[in-house]
């Protein structure tokens, strides 16, 4: 079994953030139209929210981590 | 050329771009979901497991065939992005060739010429400032944030022709509206022919379709009523009248801003289709490790393109709604919107802006895009990179083709689907040691039944689930190579 590393974390994070935006857009009653501080939460979550999760965790979870300091 | 700019040119063309704002004005929800897909999908292809994006095959054959599939598709990128550049110049009133010479001179120049090579990080970096001083502009000089803006644009009790109106005030010849909406109208709307014409319309009498043609005289006016259908194609110029409802666009903007019926096939064909293009374009057959500044930054970058297309979409609806006539095309987004907020010259200088981001945005792809193929070539040693008859014959077909006008949008489509099925499934999943050739069966399989159905979507057809995978043929292509993959493990297993 392969061992959950924070590369994955991170992949499997930017997934979900996907999958809540279509989940976000299935909501009955038209939900994802409720406006928020005059934009819609469809809006809200698709266009800012999920793109700045998104850089986040690309900085949090995808990077490589840094080698050991090597001192002389 | 850093490794970040050269993952953002290669992903970032300007027709991959542009395609955020013509979707968002199309359809918020849909354009919506292409930004969060363009943003997101590179960063999941890189944060695959490190190391797996050395996995390409390392026998000769299939080192041939990752080469040969990639410079298909960096000769398909380089298609649509010229044929863009020619929508352009048509658009802008230009004759189209002026458009694809250009860019296409322009590109290949920078490719051959050795020192030029390194220029990405900085026509990058010309391409955001170019193209955030006109949104600025636009955003003061419009006197709304993006917040107020969106208001204003959704509370449109419906979208009409501005006074100012280029289509209004000189009037532009109908065969620059390459888009695919009907021009249908709403109203009764007077059309004139500045300098005559031949005006063909299907026009309806009570509930009888009949087909009219006028030959109008320089000057000359018809009056379209409501239901009436122009047809497009006809060189003649025309000016629209002001005030009237603009044929092809939203009802109002209550209609653009809701999610409207929800496509799920359709969205889950975008995300297949750009995920296993990344795969294919960012990562096979490189080591790519990004350190925690880089990942910021590719990261980053991605988000200002996004939000860039965003707030250049509300303020250009907003000042520019006559961008709907007919269907939105992605080229009219590289024009200033709002004919009346600039006077000039200054209206100009932001329009020079706007097309030195498009030129710096093209050149940084090519650059990166040759860079990318020349990667790839272990057995040739990155001799394909630097050929430069194989980079003017690619150029000059490029060009070539792009004098007919095609739609941009489809042939990147086209471009990503086809680099992932033949490449993503050995990348995402590397074939056992010793079985390279797997991994080459599998991409060739992949991009046969790719072809099949992209063949089948240019001639048209298919079903609710069918149509999906002929829309979008990477639905079908990955996980079939991906399948073959698996049953070529199973056996060595």
Known sequence: ?72 | MTAVSRLLAAWLTPAMLLAVPAALATRAGDGLWLGLVLLLAPLIALGGRAGEGTAAPRDDRGSLFSVVALLITVGLLLWANIALAGDLAAWLGAPRWQGIVVTAVAGWGLTAWRPLRRTAPLLLAIALVAGAAPLLQVAWATGLGPLAAWERVAGQPAFRFPAASPWVTTGRPLAALHGRAPLVFEEVHRLTAPAGGVLRARTLDGTRLSEIEWTLAPGQSVALRAGDELERGTPVRLRFEADKRVPGAPASGAAWSQDGPRRWLDRLGVLITLLLGAVALLRAGLPVRLSRDRAGLLAGALFLAFAWAQLWTVYAVLQSPDLFLGGVTPERFLEVPGVALFAEPWRRTLQAFMLAAGLALFLASSVALRERLGALDRTGGGEIGRDRGLWAALFGAAALASLWPVDPWTLTLLALGGAGCALAPATIWAPPPGRAALGTTAGVVGLVVFATLAAAQLRGGGGAVLGAAVGYPALAGGPAGAVVLWLGRRRSE
């Open chain 1, 1 to 72: 079994m392969r061992p959950v590393t924070p590369r994955s974390t991170g992949v499997v994070l930017l997934w979900l953030l996907l999958v809540g935006f279509l989940l976000l857009g299935a909501l009955p009653n038209h939900t994802a139209s409720i406006r928020l501080g005059g934009l819609p939460l469809l809006w809200w979550y698709g266009g800012v929210l999920a793109p700045l999760a998104g850089v986040l965790a690309t900085v949090r979870w995808l990077a490589e981590p840094r080698g050991p300091r090597r001192d002389r």
